[in-house]
């Protein structure tokens, strides 16, 4: 397997505006990795201007292909972090629509790599954002 697409995150800046960009078109044959966030939280926005409903899987730790493209196949109960026992986050974007998430457990969904992991069920019309939240002080995300 080919390894994944690289997208590039648009880091947020406290007390400022950001400049989102276009967004990227998604690799459904592939799938997407982003790099580990560290502190920061992510939050994904999707938009599918196709006429039919596409879906993206946020792929839990240990599953699918990591950002090389090597199966990974870590049973739960082996997995350094717990929340992935939760498993995959699969969300299906109706036609049209544009869905955002809110910030995303990335202790359930980072890789060994520190990675991320997305895939599609189809990149035609589809754009993705992924955007990294400033942590307060205290560490959580600043909302």
Known sequence: ???RTALVPVTLVRDSFTDQGAGA???AGNGNTLPDPGANALVLIVKNADSAAHSVTVRATGSGNDASGN?????PQNTVFTMATKGD???AVPAGKTYISPPLETDRFTQKDGSLSLDWSASASM???ALYLPTNRLGGPLL
Request: glycine share 0%; no cysteine.
């Open 127 to 129: 754009t993705v954002w």
């Open 89 to 91: 986050l699969v969300v």
């Open 25 to 27: 078109t998604p690799d």
């Open 71 to 75: 199966a990974q196949s870590v049973p």
């Open 1 to 3: 397997m080919a390894a």
